[in-house]
Each structure stands twice: as C-alpha cells, then as structure tokens.
C-alpha cells in the first residue's frame, strides 16, 4: 500500500507529521511526501521544512492520499497541478483523506460534492461554497473519505483510518506505542469550549471571513 502525503509552500507542519506518525505505521506500507517538485518545502513558520522525494506526476495512483493544510492553502485552491493530481488520484485511491483546511482543497478539486466533511472551525463554512456539508465533528468518514478537523486531529484521522485497513488492535498498538494519550492543561480545544474573546479575535483576524 501507498500513502500519498501532499506538501506545498506554507503547509501546518502537524497536519503531515500526525497522519506521518500513525497511518505511516501500516504493516508493509509505503509512505511518500509528495509535492508539485522535489525538494524541502517549508511549513507555514519558514523554520522547518519536510523533504518532497518524490514529484506529483511520479505518484499517480497512491492508494491513500493525505492532504494537509495551512495557510498555504489559499494560493492553492487555484493551482490546477495539484487539483488536477488530486482528482486523478482519487479515481484510484482507495481513501482520500485531509486533515485542517486540506478539505478545502479537496473540496476545490470537486471530490466533496453532497459529501459531510469537516476542516478548521474557522474555515468549516467554506466547504459549503463547493457543495459540501460542513460538520463540527473531529473526524468525519464519508465512504471512502475521511477529513479531520484542524491540525491534532490529523493524529486521530490516522488512529481512525488505521483502524479500518488493519484492524482495531492494531491502531491501539500504535496509539500505545506513540502515547498518545491527551491530557491537556486547559480546555480550550474548541470553539465551543474557548474563552469567548478569544474566539472573536481569531474570528475577525481569520482569512476565511466569508463575505
């Protein structure tokens, strides 16, 4: 089995590294980092980059694809390259995931239509513009696509995904050995459960004001 994570300039570091470090744990799984070009592609701090070792056109048909977000997705809801990679590889694929504002790109390239999906809970409203339907839900499963929430949620899309392909124990394995076991110090992981001031100044600084 291959599994496709897509990297662009200005992507959440997270998002590729959670679903890296989970659903990369297959038994007998190749896990590739993909981009437009080879090469280091740097995250949305310019501090870090993750090498692309291999180019879009040479990973045609990956069995899973993983779509990260970050703010740099917005420049790339118009790049046909990618959009049309990732429509030509979900003709193939067995799943299509995302995690973050990955949806929207997914979305873009026309593969969430009348579908649920979820994205960051400052972008979830936009899928509706490309005929999704947009869920509060960290993890939402749609036949064959799966889409997390933002960023950490990448780690239980691949808990949840790896469940599926190699069965329960096998993702408790990996969720054992990786300890992923959250115990935050505050509860202020959603919208919902967030000071309300800071709510409303993500709100108003967010590029996804929908106008």
Same mark, same amino acid.
């Given at each position: 089995?291959?599994?496709?994570?897509?990297?662009? #300039?200005? &992507?959440?570091?997270?998002?590729?590294?959670? *679903? %890296?470090?989970?659903?990369?744990?297959?038994?007998?799984?190749?896990?590739?980092?993909?981009? /437009?070009?080879?090469? +280091?592609?740097?995250?949305? !701090?310019?501090?870090? @980059? $993750?090498?692309?070792?291999? @180019?879009?056109?040479?990973?045609?048909? +990956? #069995?899973?694809?993983?779509?990260?977000?970050?703010?740099?997705?917005?420049?790339?809801?118009?790049?046909?390259?990618?959009?049309?990679?990732?429509?030509?590889?979900?003709?193939?694929?067995?799943?299509?995931?995302?995690?973050?504002?990955?949806?929207?790109?997914?979305?873009?390239?026309?593969?969430?239509?009348?579908?649920? @999906?979820?994205?960051?809970?400052?972008?979830?409203?936009?899928? =509706?513009?490309?005929?999704?339907?947009? !869920?509060? /839900?960290?993890?939402?499963? #749609?036949? =064959? %696509?799966? !889409?997390?929430?933002?960023?950490?949620?990448?780690?239980?899309?691949?808990? !949840?995904?790896?469940?599926?392909?190699?069965?329960?124990?096998?993702?408790? @394995?990996?969720?054992?050995?990786? /300890? %992923?076991?959250?115990?935050? *110090?505050?509860?202020?992981?959603?919208?919902? =459960?967030?000071?309300?001031?800071?709510?409303?100044?993500?709100?108003?600084?967010?590029? &996804? $004001?929908?106008?």
């Amino acid at each position: 089995m291959q599994i496709a994570i897509v990297l662009f #300039d200005r &992507f959440t570091a997270l998002d590729a590294v959670g *679903p %890296y470090e989970t659903l990369g744990r297959l038994p007998d799984a190749e896990t590739v980092f993909v981009a /437009e070009r080879t090469g +280091p592609v740097r995250t949305d !701090t310019g501090t870090l @980059a $993750i090498t692309a070792d291999r @180019a879009l056109a040479e990973v045609p048909h +990956p #069995d899973v694809v993983v779509v990260p977000g970050g703010p740099g997705q917005t420049p790339q809801m118009e790049n046909e390259v990618l959009l049309d990679w990732l429509r030509a590889a979900d003709a193939s694929s067995a799943w299509t995931t995302s995690v973050c504002t990955g949806s929207l790109l997914l979305a873009a390239a026309g593969l969430l239509r009348g579908r649920r @999906a979820t994205s960051h809970w400052l972008a979830l409203d936009h899928l =509706k513009r490309y005929g999704a339907e947009p !869920t509060g /839900e960290r993890v939402v499963t #749609d036949g =064959k %696509y799966v !889409t997390a929430a933002g960023v950490s949620s990448g780690i239980d899309m691949g808990l !949840t995904l790896l469940g599926r392909i190699a069965g329960d124990e096998h993702a408790q @394995a990996v969720q054992l050995l990786t /300890e %992923y076991d959250p115990q935050p *110090p505050y509860d202020a992981g959603s919208p919902r =459960k967030a000071p309300a001031h800071l709510v409303e100044e993500f709100r108003s600084k967010s590029r &996804f $004001i929908l106008t």
